[in-house]
T-cell receptor
Framework: GQQLNQSPQSMFIQEGEDVSMNCTSSSIFNTWLWYKQDPGEGPVLLIALYKAGELTSNGRLTAQFGITRKDSFLNISASIPSDVGIYFCAGQLLTGANSKLTFGKGITLSVRP | SAVISQKPSRDICQRGTSLTIQCQVDSQVTMMFWYRQQPGQSLTLIATANQGSEATYESGFVIDKFPISRPNLTFSTLTVSNMSPEDSSIYLC???????????FGQGTRLTVV
């Protein structure tokens, strides 16, 4: 089955630093999504990518859809304490009525003040 | 984006009992999805709840253990039956935005089985 790889499992950065997270897949997706999950909450969509090579920004967040359609990265610039959380990548392959998502295992981000 | 409400937000249950989780959406949606997130793990799709037909279960999940109802286009329930400590997880309801296809999630139900 499809698998998404996110590593490392945890990242620790200093407030103000930039951080980059990668996500790779063994198969192709036609949509990549990045979610953030705060404790006690469901995942919240941060950025969606639809086209190979696409680079999209949302405030301090920038994400890119890899050319091969098998990878994506998320950058967070000038981190702040509220960036703490679990960041999941998800791939979606829209085929007719099938719109299932495959999630990575997530990266837990800690930001030291 | 859709507003999704899940009840209960958390529960502690005795093994051998069952818990029904409710999911209410503020707009009509064709498909609703139920995920499980075990401690420290990613989200795993349990099943797709379709209105007017039986739910479609993913490999490793069966209807006897996770019966699902979908009485209308804004509501679904997931029951975790005959619970054991291994069922301790966060259970999440999700819908797709009909325009973009993006998935939106409820806040989750944190279940602890003792």
């Amino acid at each position: 089955g499809q698998q998404l790889n996110q590593s490392p499992q945890s990242m620790f950065i200093q407030e103000g630093e930039d951080v980059s997270m990668n996500c790779t897949s063994s198969s192709i997706f036609n949509t990549w999504l990045w979610y953030k999950q705060d404790p006690g909450e469901g995942p919240v969509l941060l950025i969606a990518l639809y086209k190979a090579g696409e680079l999209t920004s949302n405030g301090r967040l920038t994400a890119q859809f890899g050319i091969t359609r098998k990878d994506s990265f998320l950058n967070i610039s000038a981190s702040i304490p509220s960036d703490v959380g679990i960041y999941f990548c998800a791939g979606q392959l829209l085929t007719g009525a099938n719109s299932k998502l495959t999630f990575g295992k997530g990266i837990t981000l800690s930001v030291r003040p | 984006s859709a507003v999704i409400s899940q009840k209960p937000s958390r529960d502690i249950c005795q093994r051998g009992t069952s818990l029904t989780i409710q999911c209410q959406v503020d707009s009509q949606v064709t498909m609703m999805f139920w995920y499980r997130q075990q401690p420290g793990q990613s989200l795993t799709l349990i099943a797709t709840a379709n209105q007017g037909s039986e739910a479609t279960y993913e490999s490793g999940f069966v209807i006897d253990k996770f019966p699902i109802s979908r009485p209308n286009l804004t509501f679904s329930t997931l029951t975790v039956s005959n619970m054991s400590p291994e069922d301790s997880s966060i259970y999440l309801c999700s819908v797709l935005n009909p325009g973009t296809g993006h998935a939106f999630f409820g806040q989750g139900t944190r279940l602890t089985v003792v």
